[in-house]
Nanobody, 125 residues
Framework: VQLVESGGGLVQPGGSLRLSCKIS????????IGWFRQAPGKEREGASC????????YYEDSVKDRFNCSRDDATSTVHLQMNSLRPEDTAVYYC???????????????????WGQGTQVTVSS
């Protein structure tokens, strides 16, 4: 199983970035896919958004109305569209796959079944 994130980079405050996560080796539609972020010196958090195998997408409050997560099972790719970026969004962003029957928004990255290596997002002027 491989999850490979891409699309990170440096962006100015207020700007946008689109991250992608290409997934191989599993049947994507059977998994919940979460996007996580880890900033230096900060505690591990739950997912910023979760695109479940079924049902509506979950968004953590701080990214609601700014981030959009979507999945394309046909291409085994999950996307994270980030708008109105803030300096506090600076982090390494990871995608992860969870085979549980129901998703849990409090699960942290390493409690998922599979995760990628991450891509750096830096929001700075």
């Amino acid at each position: 199983v491989q999850l490979v994130e891409s699309g990170g980079g440096l962006v100015q405050p207020g700007g946008s970035l689109r991250l992608s996560c290409k997934i191989s080796g599993l049947t994507l539609y059977e998994y919940h896919i979460g996007w996580f972020r880890q900033a230096p010196g900060k505690e591990r958090e739950g997912a910023s958004c979760i695109v479940p195998a079924h049902g509506p997408t979950y968004y953590e409050d701080s990214v609601k109305d700014r981030f959009n997560c979507s999945r394309d099972d046909a291409t085994s790719t999950v996307h994270l569209q980030m708008n109105s970026l803030r300096p506090e969004d600076t982090a390494v962003y990871y995608c992860a796959a969870d085979a549980s029957r129901y998703y849990n928004s409090r699960k942290t990255l390493y409690e998922y079944d599979f995760w990628g290596q991450g891509t750096q997002v830096t929001v700075s002027s």
